[in-house]
Structure formats: structure tokens, C-alpha cells
């Protein structure tokens, strides 16, 4: 892949990625919850998820997709009754003060995210708008899905960092169970809003 191609992808892949929506929400309320530490493990789920819905676009599933629109819609109700449970579980989440090393009783799981990407189908567009828009054909069909896959990998990266970052730099400004009932009770609302970019 040139390199003219290849910048033009990171730029339509990094818009995908540090925009608003389910998986910034979900790391944010994470990492101001958690820490940034402790939230990792639900950024690399993240990460692995689009890994597997663009391997599964680039090699043919995706299509399926475009094919069969009940396919489609049956994502968008998986999706958005997914994203609606985990919008509940940060409003309703207790408040936790933790003292310096403290392990919280239950953070946010690596598959939580990977879930959430698998029945995305905001996911599934972005991977199929990527692989449409950036692969080769014939031989080069491959390495072109490589590059895509490093640079969704790259930009997913950067912008989990920052919105983990985002979210931790809540977390320690927060300081009184009201402001987190506050914080929290906006985030869940935020990511339940994240319903109607499905439906958009």
C-alpha cells in the first residue's frame, strides 16, 4: 500500500475512532471508575473485537451484511439492547472510594468490549467502509488488508489512551459520592444515547 493511501485510511480510521460513541463512552466511565490501569483490559477487548470484525468484513462475512438486511437489523437490536444493559450498569454503578493500590470489587472485563464490537454494527460499517474503500485487489488484496489492520490497531490504540486518560483525569477530580452519582448517571445516559447512532 502507498503511503499516500495508507495516511488517507488513518485519517478516515482515526475519525471512526476518537469520535464520540459506545466505546469512548464505555472507556471513559471506565477509566474515571477504575482507573486507567485497572481499564486496560477492557481497551484491548475493544481493540480485539474490531481486530476480528475486519478480519471477518475483509474475508467475506461482512458481505453478508449487505446481502441480508435482517442480518443487519437483528445486529442493530442485539447492539442496541447490549449497549442499553451496559448504560444501566455505569448509572446504576456504586460509589467506591479507593484508597492508593486498592483493587476495586469489579471492573469493566477484557470481553465486555470485544462483545460489544462483534454486535456493533457501527462496528461492522466502519470495517466494511475501511476494506471497500482502502484494500487492493488481486495480490496486493492481502497486504492491503494488513495495513488496514494496523492502522484500525494504531488508531484504536491512541484514541483508547486518550479517552482512558479523559475518563482518569474525572475520576481524580471527583470527590464526593454526589459528584459520582452525577458523573456516572451522565455517562449511562450518554452511552444509552449511543442507541440512536445505530438507528441514525
Known sequence: MELSL????????W?????PGPNNML????????????????MIGIMIGMQIVLILVAFGV?????????LHLFLKIAGS???????????????EKLEPGEVPAKTMPFWQGGLLQVINPKAWLMALGAVASFSLVGDAYRGSVIAIS????LVNLVAGIAW??????IGRLLQSP????????????LTAACVLLIWH
Not at 6 to 12: A, K, Q, T, V
Not at 85 to 91: D, H, P, R, S
Not at 150 to 153: E, K, P, S
Not at 164 to 169: A, K
Open 81 to 95: 439492547l447490549y449497549l442499553l444493559w451496559l448504560a444501566w450498569k455505569i448509572l446504576t454503578a456504586p460509589y
Open 15 to 19: 475519525v471512526a475512532a476518537i469520535t
Open 27 to 42: 472507556l471513559t466511565a471506565s477509566g474515571a471508575n477504575f482507573g486507567f490501569i485497572r481499564s486496560i483490559p477492557l
Open 6 to 13: 495508507f495516511l488517507s485510511m488513518l485519517g478516515f480510521l
Open 178 to 189: 454526589r459528584a459520582w452519582r452525577y458523573f456516572n448517571v451522565a455517562m449511562g445516559l
Open 62 to 70: 461482512g458481505g453478508l451484511i449487505l446481502l441480508y438486511p435482517s
Open 164 to 169: 482512558l486518560g479523559f475518563g482518569s483525569l
Open 150 to 153: 494496523f492502522g484500525m490497531l
